[in-house]
């Protein structure tokens, strides 16, 4: 097989490039051609200097994921890095795309770098659940300190080049046009020049100076970073990159990064990274379906949901139309809209020029015949069947042939919405989580006769607007509702049988959830949907609504809350359900957290099995993206289904028969046959 890596001579440089699409993965040919091209540049009397660029759409992204796990073949990427260093002649990477992880150290081993200035730097292993480990953590650090160098290893967030250039990691920005032939024209005027070699330098002497700079950094961070074992080693690391002499360092950063891959984290967020990719695919509808092009977008609804919905369209180019009954509520909407943009803008994540661009999309109206010329349109009204259909019904009279019509729904049923049209092919499900600017998944509902390009259009339009999107079958609460109800169903009946509710809401954080159940239901209001009379109670919910505790915003739900929303336990609360319970005729007993997890978690993934086995989610690392993206279910853990695998499905399936929880025969026959689900 041909090599992916080629030479060639510009008079006194080589330029070395590589060929590896889709984004240049430094796999084992890769990494041999790069060391035999540099062993060439060194055994060549007429050449002075080294170049090395790629081909295609980026700079190396990265160590090719797919070989972890397996047997190392061929130089490593350390080895390939120091031979990079080492060589006498000078070498310069010349950047475009990301150059990530892997492909960044390679960076850091060349003796300059120059980019263009649309490229991204960065080192991303931490959502790998690893760390740089071609020595990155040394390198770096002793390039641009360590203060600048925690950040890109333990955040794994990359940085545009023109911020790459301002902390030194990029020497300098050169025409998007003309890159391979400026990185040439720089390399040449280097040669003569005494070599820089990051591992020789001393920059990450700041951290030594102020060694609180990492326990201010771990502060800083900690929220963000609460459960993850990765970015505490990245750190570890950065730190010794100023305590150790560099072999030293290096042989740190082998240690810690040879614990993370061998860990449970790293193989979960491995599991995700490619179970993310594999969402937007659509087993039984080809690649190249051909798309509709969705040029203008309509939304019904401009409350918080349809408002949400609608800045992802405008954050994204793309005009909206959204509808209103009532011109204040209209009004309402759209305020709400800019005010969250400047918000946005206020915290510096978007200029004002950026604000009015957005806000300049928006078209708000009253009327149903101002949609008629959108390719979609979403409707966000109240969730009610006659409600929906009567609003699809009225869209398809007015709204363009060939335009999708879709509903926000989260549990009806999209077959039936359809009906309410002529043009069932062209209603979709697209269910957003609030708040739906910010949530990142998105879950698309097929219906019995959504078209091929329907879909295909959906997937696309939701990677435009940044949504990770998963595709469900029409089945009550979808996907992550349906799953979430048995959890709910649990978490209820614990609470009646003795278990303190806190202790619920604890386990799920100890798990790794930001919330449990009872938080989020004080948080969303408990008196959703309640029937506002006091004197009928007939949950433990409607018990604290009779009380007016209806949550957070009256200072009181399941906890009572202070000032600053700090949340208490509440006797009167335990004292309530406790009642509740006696007239119910459940007995309280001590209930173990170990239950209590068992029996909040193990249900899941029994419906999980369910989902499956009706071909409602087309693959197990489906419910995981929309459980990781939509519900706060921890990274680290891969998600219910990996998770599951994890702890050995006999041990979910002997856990529910130990609680009396129904199995799914799907579940057992997996289990017996030794089996996973991902
Ligand atoms: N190894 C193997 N395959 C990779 C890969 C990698 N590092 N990066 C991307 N791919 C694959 C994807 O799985 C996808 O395959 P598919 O088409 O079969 O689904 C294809 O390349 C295209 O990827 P995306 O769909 O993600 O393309 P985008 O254009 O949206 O994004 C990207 C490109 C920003 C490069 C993104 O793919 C990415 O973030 N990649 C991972 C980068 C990364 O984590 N690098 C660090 C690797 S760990 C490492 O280097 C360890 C070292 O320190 C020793």
Known sequence: MASPISTEKHGNVLVISSDNPPVNALGQAVREGLKNGIEQAASDNEIEAVVIRCDGRTFFAGADITEFGKAPKGPSLPEVCDAIEASEKPVVAAIHGTALGGGCEIALACHYRVAVPSAKLGLPEVKLGLIPGAAGTQRLPRLVGAEAALPLVVMGNPIPAKKAQAIGLVDELVGEGSLAQDAAEFARSKVGADIPRTSEMTNNQDGVKNPDLFDEFRAKNGRKLRGFDAPNAGIEAVKAAGEMAFEDGVKKERELFAKLMGGTQSAAMRHYFFAERAANKIDDVPADTPLIDVKKVGIIGAGTMGGGIAMNFLSAGIPVTILEMKQDALDRGTGTMRKNYENTAKRGRMTEEQVEGAMGL????????????????????????????????????????????????????????????????????????????????????????????????????????????????????????????KRQEQANQLILEGANYWEVDEVLLDFGFPMGPFQMGDLAGLDIGWHRDPSKVTTVREALCAKGRFGQKAGKGFYDYDDARQRTPSDEVKQIIADFAEKEGNAQRDISKDEIRERLLY????????????????????????????????????????????????????????????????LRAKAQKGERLT
């Open 362 to 485: 928006l078209t708000p109206t009253l009327e149903y015949d101002d949609l008629a010329d959108c390719d979609l349109v979403i409707e966000a009204v109240y969730e009610n069947m006659d409600v929906k259909k009567e609003v699809f019904a009225k869209l398809d009279e007015v709204v363009k042939d060939g335009a999708i019509l879709a509903s926000n729904t989260s549990y009806l049923d999209i077959d039936e919405i359809a009906t309410a049209t002529d043009r069932p092919g062209y209603v979709i499900g697209l269910h957003f989580f609030s708040p739906a600017n910010v949530m990142k998944l998105l879950e698309v509902v097929r219906g019995e006769k959504t078209r091929d390009d329907v879909l295909a259009t959906a997937m696309k339009l939701s990677k435009k607007i940044g949504k990770v999107a998963a595709v469900s079958g029409v089945c009550p609460g979808f996907i992550g509702n349906r799953m979430l109800s």
């Open 603 to 666: 249900p899941m993934v029994n419906e999980g099995a369910k989902i499956l086995e009706e071909g409602m989610a087309q693959r197990a690392s489906d419910i995981d993206v929309v459980w990781i993206n939509g519900y706060g279910w921890p990274l680290y853990t891969g998600g219910p289904m990996f998770w599951a695998d994890t702890v050995g499905l006999d041990t979910v399936v002997a856990g529910l028969e130990k609680h009396g929880l129904p199995v799914s025969d799907y």
